[in-house]
DNA sequence: AAAGATATTGTAATCGATTCCATTCAGTGA
DNA sequence: TCACTGAATGGAATCGATTACAATATCTTT
């Protein structure tokens, strides 16, 4: 047991506290001899600074929290990666908040900024409002928002255009052809949805095409919602030929729908998700998605916060919009599915 | 910001710091009308105690640590979804310690220990020694491990038997009529792998077949691990009609030489993985596999460990051998593989 | 109504570090 | 040798809570 404190070790030098301390913190400021006196007697009784008392006295913990509406899901897991490695990298921790999916628990994670359990927190929620974080921020903490444009001068973002993702999905659906295209939305509220939401009719306006109420249905960003939504879509409206889910958990739920109708992808059905989560490239067919930096996003803004947080002034640059990519793959181009499977098949 | 103190709360309340403490912690102690006149001045100054002097004082920080050689890995990941929701019902916090597949970061995690700022930890690291385990226990401080059996009264743990993982994996095989089985380790001093070798060996011996050296090779736990050790497997001997992957990540990478190669599986050649991840539902074939109650294991050991934090004093049950389960899906059965196909392609 | 028991409240020490301010020490110039 | 300067060191307050102990108020009981 760590027990030795630094009463102790002052004792065994045979110098002050104060003097433990400084070779601690800024040894530049005691002499050589009496320092390596002080270094001996810490090495000898095994002693590390007692983190707790060090918190209260400098009123930080070099602990981050980052709330995240679900661990599991592959894309919060990648945001975590990219958030916990420049946290580490610059001597913080990192505490993780799992919203569980529930709406409610994702604000009451503030308590850990209130009660000073964490220095800073990163939201990667799509359910909160901007109100609600602009109010955190708002009394005085440090926050970091990522998935998101936030407009206020303390708060850091990190977002890709939702609304380019999605012309660029449909977009792509109409160079192939299609022109009954689905959206399978994610919940209605959250802001990932109303933004492809809006991409998505714009592109349909810009080629000049109805906008068709009954091709939209609203999911909850997993594979069941997916499922679900996918087979009220058809009850609707089962003249689409294109299904674009505003994810990829959402879009694996079609697939699995589509399996039990027997519905071939893409030859009678194209799907397009977003995300690029892993799973994606192991299905059959592969499926065509967008490609958001999320490891970058994570890195980046955890690297923008913990500045901000020790200079406590707002640094110029706070919002990053960074590039998302369309991934063609075999759901959503039948010319591509028939070459890449004999590809698979024949090459060796 | 939440400026106020308990002394500003006393002050308000005209009571002294004391009283507000036991309202706070042992509201029992005091008079109903002093109570909520105090209660009146908490919310009013919206006041939350500041828990790094609670730490301190309480020798407690409410957080445990738990170390995992990769985060992105799924079967990780739900170990840690475990912890965390355990954790949270009991009022802990969770921080989360990726040593990145870096062997030499695991143990740099016990500094959380050594000063204080977590209360336990867990251990889900194949590479670290049991040595090393007990050495940190018998320092005082409180951990636990998954993933195997540690000789020590002190440290909680819950493992299946890795033994009969290989056994239930091999006998299966040989039933379906495989007798030429390769076996495609993890890293060579993991204790996993290790033991999954015994059981191999076992059941290769029960059923009176002889052990092959150059059947074996050793991956690194990783899909590109695994894709580099299968190739090399071949090269030293390619008569073998079935590999037992010591995980599923490993058996991916499997599926993915043989794409390059156009082996077909499951006739060509049978695969059989461990853990149960995800991914193994939605490749092409299903991969068979077995299950390990990994959202369990990190649940239990969480209120294990926990309790014994708290009441400090090693409780009866510590050791816990949970079930596995042998999944048996396409990769290694040539006959459900036929008919479960039909069935997706057909079914309605 | 007095004495003793019990419930309520307050005072001050404590947790283990950091750091301001004061003091001591060594070195310099006159 | 003395006064002065700057460097090195020490003493003690401080961060914000909890809690042992002491003091006071309230309630029983006779």
């Given at each position: 047991m760590s027990e030795s404190k630094i009463v102790d070790v002052a004792r065994r030098a045979k110098v002050s506290v104060a003097t433990v301390s400084r070779v601690l913190n800024r040894s530049e400021q005691v002499s050589e001899k009496t320092k390596q006196r002080v270094l001996k007697a810490i090495a000898e009784m095994n002693y590390t600074p007692n983190a707790m008392a060090k918190n209260l006295r400098s009123k930080r913990t070099m602990t981050l929290g980052i709330v995240v509406s679900d661990i599991e899901v592959s894309y919060y897991a990648e945001i975590i990666k990219g958030v916990e490695n420049m946290a580490n990298s610059l001597d913080y921790k990192i505490i993780i908040c799992d919203a569980?999916?529930?709406?409610?628990?994702?604000?009451?994670?503030v308590s850990l900024l209130q009660n000073r359990t964490v220095d800073g927190m990163i939201f990667v929620t799509p359910y909160m409002t901007s109100k609600e974080l602009i109010a955190v921020a708002e009394e005085g903490y440090s926050i970091a928002v990522i998935g998101r444009y936030i407009e206020h001068e303390s708060i850091p973002c990190a977002f890709t255009d939702n609304v380019k993702i999605a012309k660029d999905v449909v977009n792509h659906l109409l160079e192939q052809g299609h022109e009954r295209i689905a959206f399978l939305s994610g919940y209605a509220d959250a802001i990932d949805s109303y933004e492809r939401l809006e991409g998505y009719m714009k592109a349909l306006r810009d080629a000049g095409l109805p906008f068709i109420p009954d091709l939209i249905d609203n999911g909850d960003f997993n594979e069941s919602g997916g499922f679900r939504s996918f087979l009220r879509l058809r009850e609707k409206n089962d003249a689409f030929t294109a299904v674009f889910a505003a994810n990829d958990e959402m879009a694996l739920g079609v697939y699995k729908a589509c399996r039990e109708l027997s519905i071939q992808i893409p030859s009678e059905l194209a799907v397009v998700g977003v995300d690029n989560i892993r799973l994606t490239k192991y299905v059959t067919p592969k499926l065509s998605t967008v490609e958001q930096p999320k490891y970058t996003m994570g890195a980046l803004l955890t690297e923008k916060l913990i500045d901000q947080m020790n200079h406590n002034e707002f640094s110029d640059r706070r919002v990053f919009k960074v590039d998302s990519k369309l991934l063609v793959r075999e759901s959503s181009s039948y010319a591509i599915e028939r070459s890449s499977n004999q590809g698979e098949a024949n090459t060796s």
């Open positions: 569980q999916n529930k709406q409610e628990r994702e604000l009451e994670y």
